[in-house]
C-alpha cells in the first residue's frame, strides 16, 4: 500500500528487518488488520498526504509530527520508534545497521 508517496509496507517490512516490532514497538494505521497495537507504540497515519505520528501510552496520546513530507515522516517515525526500544530494551541492537 503506498499512502500518498510513502509505501507503507516496505517501512513496516524495513522496522521488521531492523527488530523493531509491528503492532508492538511501532503501528502503522493503515496496515492495521484488527491486530491493537501495545499499550506504548509510536505510531503513524496517513490521510491524502498528510501524515500524522504520534507516541501513545497507557490511552494517552502526544502528537509528535505533522506533515505532508513523506521522507520527513518516515525518518521520524523510525528515529521515535528506535528511541522507545532503546528504553525499554536497553542494550538491544535494533534499528541500528551493520
Known amino acids: 500500500m503506498t499512502a500518498a508517496g510513502l509505501d507503507v509496507d516496505a517501512l513496516a517490512v524495513e522496522m521488521s ?3 523493531f ?5 511501532f503501528y502503522i494505521a493503515n496496515r492495521a ?3 491493537l497495537p501495545s499499550s506504548e507504540h509510536i ?3 496517513s ?3 498528510r501524515y500524522d505520528i504520534w507516541y501513545r501510552d497507557m ?3 502526544r502528537q509528535l509530527l505533522t506533515t505532508t ?3 520527513e515522516a518516515r525518518r521520524m517515525f523510525i528515529d521515535e520508534t528506535r528511541k522507545l526500544v532503546a528504553v525499554r530494551r536497553p542494550g538491544s541492537t535494533s534499528g541500528t545497521t551493520s
Do not use: K, N
Open 17 to 19: 528487518a531492523q527488530g
Open 21 to 25: 516490532g509491528e503492532f508492538v514497538d
Open 33 to 35: 488488520d484488527g491486530t
Open 43 to 45: 505510531g503513524l497515519r
Open 47 to 49: 490521510d491524502d498526504g
Open 59 to 61: 490511552g494517552v496520546s
Open 69 to 71: 513530507d513523506p521522507e
